[in-house]
């Protein structure tokens, strides 16, 4: 089992930064990779960005240049962030850390990021 949770999310105006933190903890030692995901209101879930044990990072088209993905380890937890700047409209979402585990998916309980005009 491993149980994630996040912060950091919030209100910003478009342009600005945001920095939002997971906290990973349980069985931290069996985590394949850790992501971020997003979802508005009438679409689907999406990848944001993800990085795997060995520190390989992926991050998906509509953010690429403006998010970066880090993660740092501490004691019996894993902690991975998402790094946000320039900020638009679009990138208006519920926010949800993820932790693959032994082919299974956990997630965090999400955060909100709402990019004002």
């Known amino acids: 089992q491993v149980q994630l949770v996040e912060s950091g999310g919030g209100l910003v105006q478009a342009g600005g930064s945001l920095r939002l933190s997971c906290t990973a903890s349980?069985?931290?030692?069996?985590?394949?990779?850790m992501g971020w995901f997003r979802q508005s209101p009438g679409k689907q879930r999406a990848l944001v960005a993800s990085?795997?044990?060995?520190?390989?990072?992926?991050?998906e088209d509509p953010v690429k240049g403006r998010f970066t993905v880090s993660a740092s380890r501490d004691n019996a937890k894993n902690m991975v962030y998402l790094q946000m700047n320039s900020l638009k409209l679009e990138d208006t979402a519920v926010y949800y850390c993820?932790?693959?585990?032994?082919?299974?998916?956990?997630w965090g309980q999400g955060t909100q990021v709402t990019v004002s005009s």
């Open positions: 990085i795997d044990r060995r520190g390989m990072t992926n991050t």
């Open positions: 349980g069985n931290i030692f069996s985590i394949n990779a």
């Open positions: 993820s932790a693959w585990v032994n082919g299974l998916r956990y």
